[in-house]
Nanobody, 124 residues
Framework: QVQLVESGGGLVQAGGSLNLSCVGSGEPLRGYLIGWFRHAQGQERGMVAFLTGGGSENYAVSVNGRVTVSRDNVKNTGHLQMNNLKVEDTAVYYC??????????????????WGPGTQVTVTS
């Protein structure tokens, strides 16, 4: 069983940065697919980035160039580094984990485990 808890969200001005964390427990996350999704008010949940078990990164067009996804196997933690934040980035951010192999996953239904989310608010 995998449990996930996000942290690192908060209130920032446009152009600022945040580093979100996703701490896993119960099982090692190494080799698992880690995805980051966000849910903005009035919008459906959408993919921000994901990191495959093999280390391949993928980013949504809206954040490409401003976001980096990574993992720390020692701390069993995933990270989403976000730079040059925009007002449009305001949302609740969630991390998800898929235990079984997929080389590409931008659909929330592909993920088996989720954290409760962390709020990111960007002001102009």
């Amino acid at each position: 069983q995998v449990q996930l808890v996000e942290s690192g969200g908060g209130l920032v001005q446009a152009g600022g940065s945040l580093n979100l964390s996703c701490v896993g427990s119960g099982e090692p996350l190494r080799g698992y697919l880690i995805g980051w999704f966000r849910h903005a008010q009035g919008q459906e949940r959408g993919m921000v980035a994901f990191l495959t078990g093999g280390g391949s990164e993928n980013y949504a067009v809206s954040v490409n160039g401003r976001v980096t996804v990574s993992r720390d196997n020692v701390k069993n933690t995933g990270h989403l580094q976000m730079n040059n934040l925009k007002v449009e980035d305001t949302a609740v951010y969630y991390c998800g984990v898929r235990r079984t192999y997929l080389g590409f996953s931008d659909r929330s239904s592909d993920y088996q485990y989720w954290g409760p989310g962390t709020q990111v608010t960007v002001t102009s």
